[in-house]
């Protein structure tokens, strides 16, 4: 079963936009990660989280993570048309097994 | 490296047949997951291997799937007899240490069973 659930489950916005995409969890997870798959590409790690991080940054990404509420948000800024592609969330959901659960992912469309 | 090598990239078959799809992860990865992406379902887990090792094959759909991994270097998904509802992309992902640390995809296998 899916441990998170990304929300928009579609995006499109302007080449130099900002794009937000959330994911909620269901369970404690020790890490939450965030993944980028284009089409019929595997997927491609971008950042990941520790559950005692709060926020994180790389180059235009930014992760937030608020585990009181068990959600992650992923926000890319200044968006281009080549971060056109589907972002997944990722967790290790704590169950004594050291497992990698996916969401349903965010479909984000840029238009130049 | 070359990262994780999937194979076939595409495979048709017929229902009834057996299909089996087959993964090399990176070296020195200890940790090994095999995914099945659907548009209706997404990615779902279906097995993970730790150090050769099936740790949680909770995902695995049915009788008629099997994985293995004889050695560090080489897993396979078996399914026999395959049926139309499994055509999807499988893939298969390594990590250096479980959940806990970034995981590496291979291209994936997109198989259709008619």
């Known amino acids: 079963s899916q441990q998170g659930e990304e929300d928009p489950q579609a995006l499109s916005i302007q080449e130099g936009e900002n794009a937000t995409m959330n994911c909620s969890y269901k369970t404690s997870i020790n890490n939450l990660q965030w993944y980028r798959q284009n089409s019929g590409r595997g997927l491609v790690h971008l950042i990941l989280i520790r559950s005692n991080e709060r926020e994180k940054h790389s180059g235009r990404l930014r992760v937030t993570l608020d585990t009181s509420k068990k959600s992650s948000s992923l926000l890319i800024t200044a968006s281009r048309a080549a971060d056109t592609a589907s972002y997944f969330c990722?967790?290790?959901?704590?169950?004594?097994?050291?497992?990698?659960?996916f969401g349903k992912g965010t479909m984000l469309l840029v238009s130049p | 490296d070359a990262g994780v090598i999937q194979s076939p990239r595409h495979e048709v078959t017929e229902m009834g047949q057996e299909v089996t799809l087959r993964c090399k992860p990176i070296?020195?990865?200890?940790?090994l997951f095999w995914y099945r992406q659907t548009m209706m379902r997404g990615l779902e887990l279906l097995i993970y291997f730790n150090n050769n090792v099936p740790i949680d094959d909770s995902g695995m759909p049915e009788d008629r799937f099997s994985a293995k991994m004889p050695n560090a270097s080489f897993s396979t998904l078996k399914i026999q007899p395959s049926e139309p509802r499994d055509s999807a992309v499988y893939f298969c992902?390594?990590?250096?240490?479980?959940?806990?640390?970034?995981?590496?995809f291979g291209q994936g296998t997109r198989l259709t069973v008619v």
């Open positions: 992902a390594s990590t250096l240490g479980g959940a806990d640390t970034e995981a590496f």
């Open positions: 070296s020195g990865h200890n940790s």
């Open positions: 990722a967790t290790d959901a704590d169950s004594g097994y050291s497992t990698l659960t």
